[in-house]
Each structure stands twice: as C-alpha cells, then as structure tokens.
C-alpha cells in the first residue's frame, strides 16, 4: 500500500518509473522483458525520507560522520535525501569559500542526494545584501540556521532581526537553535565552580526553561519582522506549546523535534554505574529532558500537527576516540561543558517513528497515522525547504525516491551499533524494539539498500540539489504583530 501525506491508497496499485521519476500509478500497468519489476508483497510503500537536519564533515566534529559514511548510514535506514550544513566560522568574511569547501567534501561522495543549509555566525552586511540572493537564486540555497546559543556561534537579537528580513524578502527559510545562552554561561559557571562536572550536569546546565524563554523570544522576533521561522530541535513541551500558540495566531512558526526527545529521558546521561563518563554518548543539545511528560507532550504535538519536520539531527562525535566525546575527560577528572555536543541518528529516524504508526502496533497504542509519518518525515521537509515538485512525495513527476518496507509481521529488529553503517561507535538508541526496518531504498528508481544485500548503492550517486524557495506551510505572512497598528512597520522599514 502507498502512503503519501493525505493517504493510505488501496492494496494493488504499482507504481510505474521512468528515467528515473514517478511516470504513473496504476493497476496492471504495461511492462515489457526489459521491464525491472519491484515486488513490494503487499507492504507499505513511504517516500523517501527527506532528513533536513543533518550534521556532516563539520570542522566541530573531527570524529564525526564525513560524507560517505553519513549518507551511506541514511540509505541504509530509508533516506533518501538529507540537507547537511555549511557551517560559517566567525572569522569567514565571504560565504562563497565556505561553500566551496562543503561542496569538495560532499561531491562524488554521497549515497543519496542532498542539499545545503548555511549556518550563519558572522553575518555581514555584504553577506545578507550581496551574497545570500546571489547563493539562493544561483547555487539553490534557501535556508539558513542560526544560534541563540554557543560562545563561538551565537548571534543577537538584532542580528537574528536583520537575517529574518533578509530571509523574508529572498524567500528563504530562517531555522533557529532557540536556547538563552546567559541563563546557561552563568548556570555552568556556578556547575564548575562547585565541582559538579559529571557529565549528567549537563541536563542541569541548559534547563528547559533556557528553550521555553529562547523559543518565546525567537518567535516574538519573527512576528515583529513578519518572516517565516523553524525551530530546531525541540525538546520541551512549554516551548513547543509557544509554537503551538503562536500558530494559532496564524504566525508562520514551524516546528521540528527529533528522535532523541521523544524516546529518550535524560537518565540516560547518568552513563553505566561503573562508568558515569558514558553518558557523555547522550550529551546534546538542547539536552535530554527529565520529565516523561516531556516525551508525551512532543508525542502529542507530532500527532496534533504542531511538529512540520521530524528530523534526525544527526551531529555525531566518536566516544572512544581522540577529538571526540573524550574531550570531556580531563586528566582524568569529567568536564561536561567539553564534551562535544550532538548525537548519531540518520539510520534510526525512518524506523523509529515507522515503528510507531498502525503499520506496527493496534490502532489504539499508534502514536500517529501514516499519512502524518510521511509528513513529517519526507512531504513537509520538501515543501518547506524547497523541494516540493521533486521530493517527498509519492505522485507522477516527483523523483523516484520510495522506502519498500517489509510486509506485516517481518522486518522487526532491535537496534544495536553492530546493524549500523555510521562511521561512529555507539548508537544512542541501543536495545530499542523496532517493529520495521526498510526493505528497500529506492533513490530516482534505483535500489539502493537492500535489506538482504546491504548498501547496494554506489557512492558517487548522490546528486547535489538546488532548492527553490520554501513554502509557508503553517499561518502565513503579511500579519500585523500583537499591539502593533495596521502598516505600522512602514514608519521604520
Ligand atoms: N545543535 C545542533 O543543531 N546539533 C547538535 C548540537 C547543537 O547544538
Ligand atoms: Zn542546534
Ligand atoms: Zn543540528
């Protein structure tokens, strides 16, 4: 059965392919001897997975995931495209060598297709005036992420306002990491000073009302300038509830939530009894939250229509290697605040939410449909970040991207690191039950993961996207902000 974002389709249909796209849906379609047939034995098919949050090759994850090894893990686990970022350090002055440098890494290197987001931490009156049209317009980069938070990488309000105005007018997607860095600096500050550097202190150091006031203010800066926003990573249900709020009043505020925040609690980081260093494998941030209530109010927000994307934040760093989550250990004593942040999750985002939809468990224990689980995992992240017309659906014209899970009652697995194909050494979600796994990956009508086989796929296969512009999918622009007067912006614009 196919899936798209609004349906489960009837039992029988077959999708025809051609040159690499969807070219019909139908029954009995015509097939000829040179005709490759796909026998999906009755199971769901899903788009592709579209993971727009994905961390590869950054200069801040030496031991991190590279290219090959990040979209090699992302086939293996259903998607099909991922947008990576480039990352801006302070010091770059001119977008375009960042650029060039992010695309050396990732040509002939990728096993699905991709796209970019910039990271923006020096932002340039040249950068916002001359550059980002020309990147939008000529190399398809329509989005950029921006940080609240981090010594090295935070920004402003101010700024955050002039990037929002910029977006707005280029039609490009603005995605903010919402925490309050001076409720975090002085929190750590008084951790250090006390001697609690455990890596578990890492939950207390960015508590969730750092994200509950920063997603507030984030929204309150994208209603004054008018401008479409996504916030990252949410973990807390109060801030997600902002969102919530905000779109009710028709803002366009879009939300994203990741794997971790709805299947992990942050007793994870207290690590193995024998070694309390191990939680630094689920040192991240925002952190993992406390509160089961937390998980089950994001659990209701992916079911309500809060949430737009669920992506995998993939941003890994290797425990037990040189430059990686070991930084926190210091001659021998933890320090937290070292440890580099950031999880693994391409492979595990598709079936972990898969395993939560009626294709796995009673229609009374789902936690949402299946229409809702392409959504948010392939439909809303093509349409909002530019794509739509060519990912993340299941329609004639759109690439030939589809996820062939296995029928009911097979594929099953738990997760363990050893079924992966990161390049990392541990996975976060060791021992979870999932009740599905991808049977096939299909990217433009080739396989290329077989469960049976493997990665089938070849490297240089992956395709660099140009993006259009991002769809407002939530609310809409042109409002006036709470207590402002009809067109009163003018008098400042
Ligand atoms: N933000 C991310 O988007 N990923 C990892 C860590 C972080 O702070
Ligand atoms: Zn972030
Ligand atoms: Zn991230």
Same mark, same amino acid.
């Given at each position: 059965?196919?899936?798209?974002?609004?349906?489960?389709? !009837?039992?029988?249909?077959?999708?025809?392919?051609?040159?690499?796209?969807? @070219?019909?849906?139908?029954?009995?379609?015509?097939? #000829?001897?040179?005709? +490759?047939?796909?026998?999906?034995?009755?199971?769901?098919?899903?788009?592709?997975?579209?993971?727009?949050?994905?961390?590869?090759?950054?200069?801040?994850?030496?031991?991190?995931?590279?290219?090959?090894?990040?979209?090699? #893990?992302?086939?293996?686990? /259903?998607?099909?495209?991922?947008?990576?970022?480039?990352?801006?350090?302070?010091?770059?002055?001119?977008? *375009?060598?960042?650029?060039?440098?992010?695309?050396?890494?990732? +040509?002939?290197?990728?096993?699905?297709?991709?796209?970019?987001?910039?990271?923006?931490?020096?932002?340039?009156?040249?950068?916002?005036?001359?550059?980002?049209?020309?990147?939008?317009?000529?190399?398809?980069?329509?989005?950029?992420?921006?940080?609240?938070?981090?010594?090295?990488? +935070?920004?402003?309000?101010?700024?955050?306002? &002039?990037?929002?105005?910029?977006?707005?007018?280029? /039609?490009?997607?603005?995605?903010?990491?919402?925490?309050?860095?001076?409720?975090?600096?002085?929190?750590?500050?008084?951790?250090?000073?006390?001697?609690?550097?455990? !890596?578990?202190?890492?939950?207390?150091?960015?508590?969730?009302?750092?994200?509950?006031?920063? @997603?507030?203010?984030?929204?309150?800066?994208?209603?004054?300038?008018?401008?479409?926003?996504?916030?990252?990573?949410?973990?807390?249900?109060?801030?997600?509830?902002?969102?919530?709020?905000?779109?009710?009043?028709?803002?366009?505020?879009?939300?994203?939530?990741?794997?971790?925040?709805?299947?992990?609690?942050?007793?994870?980081?207290?690590?193995?009894?024998?070694? &309390?260093?191990?939680?630094?494998?689920?040192?991240?941030?925002?952190?993992?939250?406390?509160?089961?209530?937390?998980?089950? /109010?994001?659990?209701?927000?992916?079911?309500?229509?809060?949430?737009?994307?669920?992506?995998?934040?993939?941003?890994? #760093?290797? *425990?037990?290697?040189?430059?990686?989550?070991?930084?926190?250990?210091?001659?021998?004593?933890?320090?937290?605040?070292?440890?580099?942040?950031?999880?693994?999750?391409?492979?595990?985002?598709? $079936?972990?939410?898969?395993?939560?939809?009626?294709?796995?468990? !009673?229609?009374?224990?789902?936690?949402? #449909?299946?229409?809702?689980?392409?959504?948010?995992?392939?439909?809303?992240?093509?349409?909002?970040?530019?794509?739509?017309?060519?990912?993340?659906?299941?329609? $004639?014209?759109?690439?030939?991207?589809?996820?062939?899970?296995?029928?009911?009652?097979?594929?099953?697995?738990?997760?363990?690191?050893?079924?992966?194909?990161?390049?990392?050494?541990?996975?976060?979600?060791?021992?979870?039950?999932?009740?599905?796994?991808?049977? *096939?990956?299909?990217?433009?009508?080739?396989?290329?993961?077989?469960?049976?086989?493997?990665?089938?796929?070849?490297?240089?296969?992956?395709?660099?996207? +140009?993006?259009?512009?991002?769809?407002?999918?939530?609310?809409?622009?042109?409002?006036?902000?709470?207590?402002?007067?009809?067109?009163?912006?003018?008098?400042?614009?």
């Amino acid at each position: 059965m196919q899936v798209t974002a609004s349906e489960v389709l !009837p039992e029988g249909l077959e999708i025809g392919v051609k040159d690499g796209k969807i @070219s019909c849906i139908g029954i009995s379609l015509p097939s #000829s001897a040179s005709t +490759k047939i796909v026998d999906a034995e009755g199971a769901y098919i899903t788009p592709g997975g579209v993971d727009s949050h994905v961390h590869l090759a950054q200069k801040n994850a030496p031991t991190g995931d590279g290219w090959e090894t990040g979209s090699r #893990s992302a086939v293996a686990g /259903g998607t099909t495209t991922i947008i990576a970022f480039a990352s801006q350090q302070r010091e770059d002055t001119s977008l *375009y060598p960042v650029l060039k440098d992010y695309h050396a890494k990732a +040509k002939n290197q990728s096993y699905c297709d991709y796209g970019f987001h910039f990271i923006l931490t020096n932002p340039t009156q040249n950068i916002l005036d001359q550059e980002l049209p020309v990147l939008a317009k000529e190399e398809g980069i329509t989005s950029v992420k921006l940080y609240m938070t981090y010594e090295a990488m +935070k920004l402003n309000d101010r700024e955050i306002l &002039h990037i929002l105005f910029t977006c707005k007018a280029l /039609g490009m997607t603005t995605m903010i990491h919402a925490e309050s860095h001076d409720m975090i600096s002085l929190i750590i500050e008084g951790l250090e000073r006390n001697k609690h550097t455990e !890596p578990y202190f890492h939950a207390v150091a960015r508590p969730r009302i750092a994200e509950d006031e920063a @997603s507030y203010r984030a929204i309150s800066l994208a209603e004054l300038a008018d401008a479409p926003m996504l916030i990252v990573h949410m973990s807390s249900e109060v801030a997600v509830q902002h969102v919530r709020d905000a779109q009710t009043r028709l803002l366009p505020i879009h939300a994203e939530t990741c794997p971790h925040y709805l299947f992990l609690l942050s007793e994870k980081i207290k690590g193995e009894p024998h070694d &309390h260093f191990s939680g630094a494998k689920h040192v991240c941030s925002p952190p993992l939250r406390h509160d089961p209530k937390d998980l089950e /109010g994001l659990w209701q927000s992916i079911a309500n229509g809060t949430f737009t994307t669920f992506s995998s934040d993939h941003a890994p #760093s290797k *425990y037990d290697a040189v430059g990686g989550k070991r930084l926190g250990l210091m001659d021998g004593i933890p320090r937290f605040s070292k440890i580099p942040n950031g999880l693994p999750g391409v492979e595990t985002r598709m $079936p972990l939410l898969f395993s939560q939809t009626p294709a796995c468990l !009673p229609v009374e224990k789902a936690r949402l #449909s299946l229409p809702r689980f392409v959504q948010l995992t392939a439909t809303n992240p093509a349409k909002l970040y530019g794509l739509d017309g060519m990912k993340g659906s299941i329609a $004639p014209g759109y690439d030939a991207d589809l996820v062939v899970w296995h029928s009911a009652g097979r594929g099953a697995r738990t997760i363990t690191q050893n079924l992966l194909h990161h390049d990392i050494d541990y996975t976060p979600f060791e021992g979870i039950h999932v009740g599905n796994w991808p049977r *096939y990956t299909i990217i433009r009508g080739n396989i290329v993961w077989d469960q049976g086989e493997g990665v089938v796929g070849e490297m240089q296969y992956g395709q660099y996207l +140009k993006r259009g512009r991002g769809q407002v999918l939530t609310g809409k622009t042109g409002g006036v902000a709470r207590g402002m007067l009809e067109g009163e912006r003018k008098y400042w614009l």
